[in-house]
């Protein structure tokens, strides 16, 4: 696990490699080192928070997993500001 307070790798990917649904378990993301973020960069975070990016030759991808056991939101359309 990587410290994200100075850098972190980002991997470079085969074009295509990339699957996009729901799961990371059964696609590229199981490769790529999981960096754990906290709000001040220091100490143990009160919720785990995960992040993993990469890059083929057209894109970067940045994948996070936030643990959050009281999530609500008043927005309800399609592309509605968070």
């Not at 649904?21 to 754990?36: F, K, P, Q, R, T």
């Not at 057209?58 to 927005?75: H, K, S």
């Amino acid at each position: 696990m990587t410290d994200i307070s100075n850098s972190f790798i980002c991997k470079k990917i085969p074009s295509s490699a990339i699957v996009f649904n729901d799961n990371s378990d059964d696609n590229v993301w199981n490769g790529i080192e999981a960096v754990h973020l906290t709000l001040s960069g220091t100490g143990v975070p009160s919720r785990q928070t995960i992040v993993k990016s990469c890059w083929d030759a057209q894109y970067l991808y940045i994948y996070f997993n936030c643990i959050d056991p009281d999530i609500w939101g008043t927005m309800y359309k399609h592309d509605d500001p968070l």
